[in-house]
């Protein structure tokens, strides 16, 4: 059983930034895919970034240049810095390791105030 326990949400102006983190239970190989989802209120869940294969990271459109997904293999961490916030960008952030199971965190909340 792998828990992943995220931190580094809250409230934050319109430009601003956040920076969240998400720590696992257990050692997780970096050939394990790993990333970052969102759900807004009355939104589906979404991809935000995330590691694939290989160590490569894909990003969502809306995103792109202004967030930014790390690992530190160490700590069991994985970040997701993000820069430039927007209101849209308010949601539960959930971190998500992909290993035979899909295992999810229990989110936390970034809110955005215009």
């Known amino acids: 059983q792998v828990q992943l326990v995220e931190s580094g949400g809250g409230l934050v102006q319109a430009g601003g930034s956040l920076k969240l983190s998400c720590a696992a239970s257990t050692y997780i190989s970096s050939s394990n895919a790993m990333g970052w989802y969102r759900q807004a209120p009355g939104k589906q869940r979404e991809l935000v970034a995330g590691f694939i294969s290989g160590g490569r990271t894909n990003y969502a459109d809306s995103v792109k240049g202004r967030f930014t997904i790390s690992r530190d293999n160490a700590k069991n961490t994985v970040y997701l810095q993000m820069n430039s916030l927007k209101p849209e960008d308010t949601a539960v952030y959930y971190c998500?390791?992909?290993?035979?199971?899909?295992?999810w965190g229990q989110g936390t909340q970034v809110t955005v105030s215009s």
């Open positions: 998500v390791a992909h290993l035979r199971y899909d295992y």
